[in-house]
């Protein structure tokens, strides 16, 4: 976190931004945008201040909320200069008017020991006893705080344009710090942030964001060149551009979504990236007409389902705030119902990968052993295996698992399925 000490009118602005961001609908990060859009005479260091400072905030809101006694966005902020950041209130005096000074007194004083272990991991009381029934008290703890960390920057290297190597001699004569990621043979993490739409390698289109977790997805599909190959749920197409360049630009390569804009977004990285080999489309929904004449003629399909997205907590940590038991229940639903549309694209000896960026058992093996229970004509596929013919050195078991605490990327699950010959 920044040790930049603040003004007062930075502190007011700061105040407000989080007030914004704490309010009732929609997510943080498109709230923060709005705010900064609002409020463009801000400089760069000022918002890179703010912006830490509210995602500190919703790192350790329930904690926070203890401490500070309430809900109030100035007295948040404050704990966390106070508790978090270690700022002391000597410094910090001389910016707070006479009720604030009483607030600090009392933060200050206030004493976090044999808090609440939901309180300790901050998350929500339903989502904490989820996790200890699935991982054991401990475990669910380690992950928890590893979730109020902020996530490092992790890029994919374009094997159609560049190799890791080149990227990362370059990215040496520019004095930027990275490193070969552990897992992903194209990954490369950043040591500090960067403005990487003015990057020439990413302007190139030779360097992609995406998170190391995601990248072994890809992997994990495994598609080959020349095949025919589906990303059944694209979003804005990360995965996408993955296996586009994992089959060396040959082939055919389908990224379906329900989402126009994000399909459009797809677009603009495309033309970036120099693959002619990838075909978006716009489906209305999972049972779209469009998918019937193309049932059975798929090599690789890849759902990456819609989900609660509790695995990237480091990044989006108001989901953790936003989601509830109800969200979880219709997301499963439809978690279902697309894997069930998807399968049927998948011709005999393909294979249907699933996926989810959550934690939640009910959206990730429950989902996988309730498909394969109801579909004796697919098997499950060794992920370890896979993984290993791929030259990815990691062995979760049948199912990939990533978990942020243990492999340092977001939190990933997914499952290899083969349809019988």
């Known amino acids: 976190m920044t040790q930049q000490l603040p003004n007062e009118a930075l502190m007011r602005q700061a105040g407000m931004a989080l007030a914004t961001v704490l309010g009732p609908h929609g997510p943080a990060d498109a709230k923060l945008s ?37 809900v109030d966005a100035r007295r948040l902020l404050l704990a966390a200069q106070l508790r978090l950041q270690g700022i002391s209130l000597r410094d910090l005096g001389p910016l707070l008017n006479k009720q604030q000074t ?62 890791r190597e080149e990227v990362l001699e370059q990215f040496a004569k520019d004095r930027i710090e990275a490193m070969p990621t552990s897992l992903s043979p194209y990954g490369i993490r950043l040591q500090s942030k960067i403005t990487l739409n003015r990057q020439p390698m990413f302007m190139d289109g030779k360097i992609e964001v995406q998170d190391e977790g995601s990248q072994l997805l890809a992997q994990l599909v495994a598609p080959r060149r020349g095949e025919m190959v589906a990303d059944f749920c694209a979003g804005a197409g990360g995965k996408s551009l993955a296996l586009g360049a994992l089959m060396r630009n040959t082939g055919r390569l389908y990224a379906f979504d329900v989402s126009e804009k994000r399909l459009h977004n797809l677009g603009q ?60 229940e219709e997301l499963t639903a439809k978690q279902a119902s697309i894997l069930q549309s998807a ?29 394969l229970a109801n579909h004796p004509d697919f098997e499950l596929a060794n992920a370890a295996e896979i993984l290993a013919q791929q030259q990815v050195p990691l062995d979760t078991g049948g199912y990939l698992k990533l978990m942020p605490q243990q492999h340092g990327t977001d939190g990933f699950f997914a499952v290899a399925m083969t349809r019988k010959s």
């Open 102 to 163: 009483e607030w600090a007194h009392a933060i200050k004083a206030k004493s976090t020991e044999n808090l609440p272990l939901a309180i300790q991991a901050d998350l929500p009381d339903w989502l904490w006893e989820r996790l200890v029934a699935q991982y054991g008290e401990q475990e669910a703890l380690t992950l928890a705080r590893s979730l109020h960390l902020a996530a490092p920057l992790d890029l994919r290297v374009n094997a159609v344009k560049a190799t």
């Open 34 to 70: 709005a705010y900064f859009r609002e409020n463009p005479k801000l400089g760069v260091k000022d918002r890179a201040f703010i912006a830490e400072s509210v995602y500190q905030v919703l790192r350790r809101k329930r904690l926070l909320e203890y401490l500070a006694d309430g």
């Open 343 to 371: 399968a049927k694209l998948v011709k005999p000896g393909g294979r249907l990968v699933y996926a989810t960026c959550s934690l939640l058992r009910e959206e990730n093996e429950a989902i996988a052993e309730a498909f």
């Open 269 to 328: 990285r495309l033309k970036r990236s120099g693959l002619s080999n990838l075909h978006s489309q716009v489906i209305a929904n999972e049972r779209d007409a469009k998918l019937k004449r193309l049932a059975g003629k798929f090599d690789r399909v890849l759902v990456d389902a819609p989900c609660s997205g509790l695995g990237t907590l480091r990044r989006n940590p108001d989901l953790k705030w936003r989601q509830t038991p109800q969200d979880i």
